[in-house]
């Protein structure tokens, strides 16, 4: 099955680059819920898409209504104070975000539009949070990353991260077992 996507006609094929000063940082606000949605959508079936895993059309509404009911979570003022969602943005359009809790140093998401990948949309998000927890005094940074999902392991690598440990976990998006490792940085 095609993997959705949000990308229009004009957008295809043609080539993105940043420079200093074009990405903004902001807390999701209810404008952005659409948009932050698509975005994580787009970057997780790029990852799943190259996993060889089998998913139905309802599976993958399944995940966008869970990942909607994830960005209005935010937009709603329900998190904790110490939980994080931030928006990058470029010319305005959402382009990636990251998840935070800032009372455990725990990096729950970072997801960059297949579009914007590899234009340091990822590397900007990560500097965001580390400041972030600098700011309120941790001194490292956790996460955990799907073994399979070799980009993302490489890019955590060349932030900084080392892998603490390797385990099987039950993903209930994915509604399987999956090898998961558990990254950290000092900061």
């Given at each position: 099955?095609?993997?959705?996507?949000?990308?229009?006609?004009?957008?295809?094929?043609?080539?993105?680059s940043?420079?200093?000063?074009?990405?903004?940082?902001?807390?999701?606000?209810?404008?952005?819920v659409?948009?932050?949605?698509?975005?994580?959508?787009?970057?997780?079936?790029?990852?799943?898409?190259?996993?060889?895993?089998?998913?139905?059309?309802?599976?993958?509404?399944?995940?966008?209504?869970?990942?909607?009911?994830?960005?209005?979570?935010?937009?709603?003022?329900?998190?904790?104070?110490?939980?994080?969602?931030?928006?990058?943005?470029?010319?305005?359009?959402?382009?990636?975000?990251?998840?935070?809790?800032?009372?455990?140093?725990?990096?729950?998401?970072?997801?960059?539009?297949?579009?914007?990948?590899?234009?340091?949309?990822?590397?900007?998000?990560?500097?965001?949070a580390?400041?972030?927890?600098?700011q309120?005094?941790?001194?490292?940074?956790?996460?955990?990353?799907?073994?399979?999902?070799?980009?993302?392991?490489?890019?955590?690598?060349?932030?900084?991260?080392?892998?603490?440990?390797?385990?099987?976990?039950?993903?209930?998006?994915?509604?399987?077992?999956?090898?998961?490792?558990?990254?950290?940085?000092?900061?």
């Open positions: 099955m095609p993997l959705p996507h949000s990308i229009n006609e004009e957008g295809r094929g043609t080539s993105l940043l420079s200093a000063g074009d990405l903004t940082f902001g807390p999701l606000c209810g404008a952005d659409d948009a932050a949605t698509r975005c994580g959508l787009d970057a997780w079936c790029s990852v799943i898409g190259g996993n060889s895993f089998d998913f139905s059309a309802n599976d993958i509404t399944q995940m966008e209504a869970q990942l909607h009911a994830f960005m209005m979570y935010y937009a709603a003022g329900q998190a904790d104070p110490h939980d994080l969602l931030t928006l990058a943005k470029a010319d305005g359009a959402v382009v990636g975000f990251c998840a935070l809790d800032c009372s455990t140093s725990y990096l729950s998401d970072l997801c960059v539009d297949p579009l914007w990948q590899r234009q340091g949309v990822g590397a900007a998000l990560m500097e965001d580390r400041g972030k927890l600098r309120v005094g941790q001194n490292h940074l956790t996460l955990e990353v799907f073994a399979q999902n070799t980009r993302a392991c490489s890019f955590y690598r060349k932030q900084g991260l080392e892998v603490m440990e390797r385990k099987v976990k039950y993903d209930p998006l994915l509604k399987r077992n999956l090898l998961k490792m558990v990254m950290r940085q000092v900061l």
